[in-house]
């Protein structure tokens, strides 16, 4: 699913996901995943919170894109996986 079009109850149907991440700027979402990371930090209007409930089953990898001469070379996909670690 392009995360641009994520919706938090779609997920919790789910057993597997992979994530395509890529960093833009100076460390930053690329724009179709802005209201993603806005939801897992809490700072969504969605009705469904990120929790542990969203993810408890979930199987899931993250695959970060980018060029390794930028200063913040797949941040976001570290920062993905970090955050989904926690939950």
């Known amino acids: ?7 938090p109850e779609e997920m919790l149907a789910d057993e597997y996901a992979v994530f395509f991440m ?6 930053d979402p690329t724009d179709n995943a802005i209201e993603f990371f806005s939801w897992l930090k809490g700072d969504s209007d969605h009705e469904t919170k990120a929790g ?5 089953s ?20 570290k920062t993905l996986f970090k955050k989904l670690e926690q939950l």
């Open 22 to 27: 890529a960093t833009y700027g100076e460390g």
């Open 1 to 7: 699913i392009d995360l641009e079009d994520f919706e």
């Open 58 to 77: 979930l199987k899931y990898t993250v695959f970060g894109l980018g060029n390794k001469q930028y200063e913040h070379y797949n941040k976001i996909g």
């Open 52 to 56: 542990e409930s969203c993810f408890r």
